[in-house]
C-alpha cells in the first residue's frame, strides 16, 4: 500500500500544481439577470453586450408565454469554431446555449436573413423550455438526484434517471424543431420558414411528384438519412405539423400540448392525446391530406398561366449544388454536388450528354452549398475551399493534371469569384463575427481587406463583372429585406467606397445573381411570386423583369448561349439541370403560404414579438463581467444509485458528478460494495475517481468494477488498486482530419490478473505501465450513410511496462482504409493490416500480445464491431491465442443499410438493419519458427439499431464467427449483444 500512496500522492501533486493553474486559453464571462455568456479571449468581447440583450429580450417573452422559470442562470456559449453561424442547445446536465458567431448561409433562402443574435436566442430557447421546464413529478426526482441526470453509458441505469428529471428532452427532434421554428418565425414578426419559401417549394414538389410523406416514426429512420437534405426533414415536418396543428385546433391547444405543466404526461404522445383527443398518427395523416389540398390548389394557380418550357438533357439529379460555371470551349458545367450514396465531389457535365465526370473529392462539404470555388477559365484551374465545416482554407486544382496546391490552411473566405482582368480572386471573408470583402491577387498568398461589412448585416453571393469594373452582391439588413449593391471595384480598390443600390426585393430574397456576359444585366432568383423563379435586373434602369414560369423552383441560372439559360431545377431527391430559353414575362400567379392560415386562425401570433434588445439598457443589464475560470466553477451535478459488476459479483453504491458550465473541467466519483462472503473482506469496496480538466485525464481506483462485467462475457473488472494520469494533444482539428497523441501513466497494486487481459494471470502484484498513443484519421462518408465510407486511419501504441525489476515495451501498429462500392449505395469495404511485437523475454505473462473473441459483452457499452480491434479474433475464446510478435490482416464488407420505414412505436422503434461480412489472417510468433502459428477465421455480425424516447440509440447484434488453424480443430463463436447508448 506505500507504493499505492506514493503514487497517488505524486500524481495528485502534478495534477495540482502543474496542470490546474494553467487554464488554457483565457475565458471569460458576463452575467445578466438570466444568463452566463462564457467566451474566448477579448476579440469579440463587443458582441457579448448585445447577446446579454437578446437573450433577455427572448427569455422575458418566453417566460411570460410559458410561465417558466430556470433554476439557474442560463449559460449560453459564443465560439468562432466555424465559418458558419449555428446554435445548440442542451439542457442536461444544465441549460446552456451554444452560439457559433459567424454569419448563416444563406444558400437557397433556407435561413431567414434577419438579425442573427436575436433569431438564435428566440429559436434556442425554445428548445430550452420546452425540455427544462419541469412538472411536480420531475421536480421531486431532481430533488431526489440532487439535479438533472446526463445519460452515462458506462451507467446506463442514468437513462431512467434522465427521464424521470427531465422527461420531455426525450422526444423527437420533429417535436423540438417544429415548436422552435413556430416560435421563431412569429416572435421575429413573421419572417422565418413558417412563412418560408423554401419550405413551400419542399411540400409543393412532393405533391407534384406524388412523393411518400414520412410517418413520425419513418421521418426519424429513413426520412433523416433518404435524400438530399438528410436531418433538415425534421425542420421541414416538425413547422408544417404544428403550423397545421394551429390553424386547426388553435394555439391554446398548440400552447397546452407543449407546455409542462403538473396535470401533463411526461411522454409527449401521451400529452398529444390528451390534448387534441387523437393520435399523433391520426392527426399526421390529417396534416398530409390537408397540405396535399392545400398544394395542388398552388399547382394549379400556378398553372393558369404557361409554364416555362424545359429542355431536360439528363435523368441525373445532382442533389445539392455549388454555384456553377460554364466554359464555353467544352461546353461543360462545373460544380460541386452533394448526393446521398456519393461522396460529394467536383464534376464536369456537358450540357448536351449529360456524361458526368468527376474532378475531385469534396472534403466536409457543406449540406446546400457543398464548397466554394472561383474558375479560373484562361488556365483551366480552380481556386476551391477546403474543410468547409471548419476554418475554410483554399487550394488550387488544375483540371488539366489534376494536381493540388495548398495556397491557406486556414484563410476563412467564402463566396470565392475570379475577376479575369486582375487575374485575382475577390471573396467575403470571416473573422471574430464580422465579415469583409477580400481580395488575394499574384501569387494568392496574400489577403487586402477592402471593405467590412458594418455588424448586424450581411453580404452574399457576389460576382465580378466581365470587364472587371463592379462587384455585385446581394445586401441584408437586420430587418431581413435583401436588396441587389453594386461596388466600383477602382474605388474599392483605392480605398474607397462607391456603392449602388441596383434593386431592392422589400420582403423577398435576392439569390444567386450573377453578371450577364453583357456586362449590363445580372440574373438570379427571387421568391417574390413565393416560387423561386429566375430575374433579370436592369444595371442602368433599375428595373427587374421576370423570366421563368415554374411550378416549383429554379436556381443558379447562368448563360450557355444567347438566347439560353442553364438553371437548377428542384426536386424530392435533389437539384436537376435543365436549359430554358431566355423570355421575358407579364403575368404569373403567386402562391398562397401554408403557415398563413396559423396567422388566419390566431391573430395573436401578431403580437408574438418580444421587446427589442436595443431598448434594454445595457448598464443595467450586466450583472458581472470577468475571468472564467474551469476549475474554480466546477460544481456539483448530480448523484445516483448505481449497480456494477465485480468479478462475477454484484456491487451497488452511489455515481457523484460534478462539473463546469462547459464539461472542462468534469470529475465522476463511485463508491460501492459487495455483499458476499466469497470475496476477501479487502476487495468488498470498491473505489474509482475520474477527473478530466482539458486535455488532462486522472483516474484512481480500489477493486475497480463495471457495470456491464455483470452479463460478460468480456471483464475489466481487477482486484487491486490503480492511480494513472493522461495528456492528450490535438495535433490537426480540421475535419475530415482527426489527429492527436495522447501520453498516459499509470501504476497498479495487489494484481490477480493482467489490466489488458482477463483470462491472463499477473504473476507479480505490482505494475507500471507507461504508453504513448498516436492517432490519425481522415474519413468521409456519404449523405445517409451509417458510419465513415471512405478514407484511412493510421495508430499506433507503444507501452512499457515495468514489474520485477523488468522492463517490457510493447509496440503495435494499425492501418485501417475503407471505400465505396461502386455502384451500390452506402455499402463499403474495409482493408486492415496491423502488426506488433514485444521487446521484451520475461519469462512472464508478458512476453505475449493475446487475441481471441468478438469481445462484444452480451450487454455493452463499446463500439459495435469490436471485431475490428487488435487484439479480436473471432472463433477462438478471449485471450486464447498469443504471441512475442504478430502481423494481422483482414477483409469487411459492409452491405448497404435497410432502413426501416416504420418498425416499431412511437416509444421504440428499429432504425436499420445491416450485414457485414469478415474474414481475418493471423500470424503469431512471425519471428518464431518454431511457435509460428497461422490463424484463419470467417464470419459475419448483423446490426440492428434500435432507438427509445426518441433519443436513447442502442444497438442489437448478432454475430457468428468460424476459426481455422493447420494443427487445431475448426472453432466455433456465436455473438449476440446489445450495446446501450
Not at 807 to 827: D, H, M
Request: aromatic share 16%; glycine share 6%.
Amino acid at each position: 500500500m506505500k507504493t499505492f500512496t506514493g503514487s497517488f500522492l505524486y500524481i495528485t501533486l502534478l495534477i495540482f500544481f502543474l496542470v490546474i493553474p494553467k487554464n488554457h486559453a483565457q475565458l471569460y464571462k458576463l452575467e445578466t439577470k438570466n444568463s452566463k455568456i462564457i467566451y474566448w479571449g477579448k476579440t469579440y468581447d463587443y458582441l457579448i453586450p448585445h447577446v446579454g440583450a437578446a437573450m433577455e429580450s427572448a427569455f422575458a417573452f418566453h417566460k411570460n408565454y410559458w410561465d417558466y422559470s430556470s433554476d439557474n442562470k442560463i449559460s449560453i456559449f459564443l465560439n468562432d469554431f466555424s465559418d458558419i453561424g449555428n446554435g445548440g442547445a442542451m439542457t442536461i446536465p444544465r441549460n446552456m446555449i451554444m452560439v457559433g458567431i459567424s454569419p448563416f448561409d444563406f444558400t437557397f433562402d433556407v435561413m431567414p436573413a434577419n438579425e442573427r443574435f436575436q433569431w438564435l436566442m428566440n429559436h434556442e430557447l425554445t428548445h430550452i423550455v420546452m425540455a427544462d421546464k419541469p412538472a411536480d413529478s420531475d421536480i421531486f426526482f431532481r430533488n431526489v438526484f440532487g439535479g438533472k441526470v446526463g445519460t452515462d453509458n458506462e451507467n446506463p441505469l442514468s437513462m431512467f434517471y434522465s427521464y424521470l428529471t427531465t422527461p420531455r428532452w426525450y422526444s423527437p427532434r420533429w417535436f423540438h424543431e417544429g415548436i422552435a421554428v413556430f416560435m421563431e418565425t412569429w416572435m421575429s414578426g413573421g419572417l422565418g420558414r413558417v412563412l418560408g419559401g423554401y419550405d413551400e417549394m419542399v411540400f409543393r414538389a412532393m405533391t407534384k411528384e406524388n412523393s411518400y410523406f414520412y410517418q413520425p416514426i419513418g421521418l426519424e429512420t429513413e426520412g433523416t438519412t433518404v435524400d438530399f437534405q438528410v436531418g433538415v426533414n425534421s425542420y421541414l415536418y416538425g413547422t408544417r405539423f404544428i403550423s397545421y396543428l394551429s390553424s386547426v385546433y388553435g394555439m391554446d391547444k398548440v400552447h397546452k400540448f407543449y407546455n409542462r405543466t403538473p396535470e401533463s404526461s411526461k411522454f409527449y404522445a401521451a400529452q398529444f392525446e390528451d390534448v387534441f383527443g387523437t393520435s399523433i398518427v391520426n392527426a399526421w395523416d390529417e396534416w398530409v391530406q390537408a397540405e396535399k389540398k392545400f398544394q395542388k390548389k398552388n399547382l394549379d394557380a400556378v398553372n393558369s398561366f404557361p409554364l416555362t418550357e424545359k429542355n431536360e438533357f439528363t435523368d441525373e439529379i445532382l442533389g445539392s449544388v455549388s454555384r456553377p460555371y460554364f466554359n464555353e470551349e467544352t461546353k461543360e458545367i462545373i460544380a460541386a454536388i452533394n448526393r446521398p450514396g456519393d461522396l460529394a465531389s467536383l464534376v464536369k457535365m456537358n450540357i448536351n450528354t449529360g456524361e458526368i465526370k468527376k474532378i475531385g473529392d469534396v472534403e466536409s462539404p457543406g449540406l446546400y452549398y457543398v464548397t466554394n470555388f472561383a474558375f479560373d477559365e484562361a488556365n483551366n484551374r480552380i481556386f476551391a475551399t477546403m474543410h468547409n465545416q471548419n476554418w475554410r482554407g483554399l487550394k488550387t486544382i488544375d483540371l488539366n493534371s489534376g494536381d493540388e496546391e495548398v495556397l491557406f490552411d486556414y484563410i476563412r473566405i467564402s463566396e470565392l469569384v475570379y475577376s479575369k482582368s486582375e487575374k485575382a480572386i475577390y471573396g467575403i471573408q470571416v473573422f471574430n463575427g464580422r465579415t469583409s470583402v477580400v481580395k488575394l491577387s499574384g501569387d494568392f498568398k496574400n489577403v487586402e481587406r477592402l471593405y467590412s461589412i458594418p455588424f448586424g448585416y450581411s453580404f452574399f453571393d457576389i460576382d465580378v463583372s466581365p470587364n472587371g469594373s463592379l462587384l455585385s452582391g446581394t445586401f441584408a439588413n437586420t430587418a431581413g429585406n435583401q436588396k441587389l449593391m453594386i461596388f466600383n471595384l477602382d474605388s474599392l480598390n483605392l480605398g474607397k467606397i462607391d456603392t449602388t443600390t441596383i434593386y431592392e426585393f422589400e420582403e423577398n430574397s435576392a439569390s444567386n445573381f450573377i453578371f450577364c456576359k453583357d456586362g449590363k444585366n445580372l440574373i438570379g432568383t427571387s421568391y417574390y411570386t413565393g416560387i423561386s423563379n429566375v430575374w433579370q435586373i436592369n444595371i442602368e434602369n433599375k428595373s427587374a423583369e421576370l423570366m421563368t414560369n415554374t411550378d416549383i423552383g429554379f436556381f443558379r441560372p447562368i448563360e450557355i448561349s444567347k438566347d439560353s439559360l442553364l438553371v437548377m431545377e428542384y426536386k424530392v431527391k435533389g437539384l436537376k439541370p435543365v436549359k430554358v430559353k431566355k423570355e421575358y414575362l407579364n403575368d404569373v400567379q403567386p402562391i398562397n403560404y401554408f403557415g398563413m392560415k396559423a396567422l388566419e386562425k390566431n391573430p395573436e401570433l401578431y403580437n408574438y414579438i418580444p421587446q427589442p434588445s436595443s431598448e434594454l439598457n445595457n448598464s443595467e443589464l450586466i450583472i458581472y463581467e470577468g475571468p472564467y475560470n474551469t476549475f474554480t466553477e466546477t460544481d456539483f451535478e448530480n448523484a445516483y444509485p448505481i449497480l456494477e459488476g465485480y468479478k462475477d459479483f454484484l456491487a451497488y453504491g452511489l455515481q457523484f458528478n460534478l462539473s463546469d458550465d462547459l464539461v472542462l473541467s468534469r470529475a465522476k466519483i463511485k463508491a460501492s460494495y459487495t455483499q458476499n462472503q466469497l470475496l476477501p473482506q479487502k476487495e468488498r469496496i470498491h473505489l474509482s475517481l475520474r477527473y478530466n480538466f482539458w486535455d488532462w485525464e486522472f483516474n484512481a481506483g480500489l477493486n475497480k468494477t463495471n457495470f456491464y462485467d455483470l452479463f460478460g462475457p468480456t471483464k475489466v473488472s481487477r482486484a487491486g488498486y490503480y492511480a494513472g494520469i493522461g495528456y492528450t494533444h490535438n495535433l490537426i482539428v480540421e475535419k475530415p482530419i482527426d489527429s492527436k497523441i495522447k501520453f498516459s501513466f499509470a501504476h497498479y497494486g495487489d494484481l490477480e490478473k493482467l489490466p489488458q487481459y482477463q483470462n491472463v494471470n499477473a504473476g507479480f502484484t505490482e505494475l507500471s505501465l507507461f504508453a504513448i498513443n498516436y492517432h490519425y484519421s481522415k474519413f468521409n462518408k456519404s449523405l445517409g450513410a451509417v458510419e465513415y465510407e471512405d478514407g484511412y486511419k493510421f495508430s499506433a501504441n507503444l507501452e512499457t511496462a515495468y514489474f520485477s525489476k523488468y522492463f517490457a515495451p510493447v509496440a503495435t501498429a494499425q492501418f485501417e482504409k475503407v471505400f465505396l462500392v461502386p455502384g451500390i449505395r452506402n455499402s463499403s469495404i474495409w482493408l486492415r493490416a496491423s502488426g506488433g511485437r514485444v521487446f521484451a523475454d520475461t519469462k512472464t505473462s508478458f512476453d505475449n500480445i493475446y487475441f481471441g473473441g468478438f469481445g462484444n459483452n452480451y450487454v455493452d457499452r463499446l463500439e459495435v464491431h469490436q471485431y475490428r480491434n487488435i487484439e479480436s479474433f473471432p472463433g477462438r475464446k478471449i485471450n486464447e491465442l498469443g504471441g512475442k510478435d504478430f502481423a494481422k490482416v483482414g477483409f469487411e464488407w459492409n452491405l448497404p443499410p435497410v432502413m426501416f420505414r416504420e418498425f416499431g412505436f412511437l416509444a421504440a422503434y428499429i432504425r436499420f438493419a445491416r450485414l457485414s461480412l469478415f474474414q481475418d489472417n493471423l500470424i503469431t510468433d512471425v519471428s518464431d519458427e518454431m511457435f509460428r502459428s497461422f490463424n484463419h477465421n470467417i464470419g459475419a455480425q448483423l446490426d440492428f439499431e434500435i432507438v427509445f424516447f426518441s433519443l436513447l440509440k442502442s444497438t442489437l447484434s448478432f454475430g457468428y464467427a468460424r476459426a481455422f488453424n493447420k494443427y487445431i480443430y475448426p472453432a466455433d463463436e456465436f455473438m449476440i449483444s446489445l450495446k446501450l447508448l
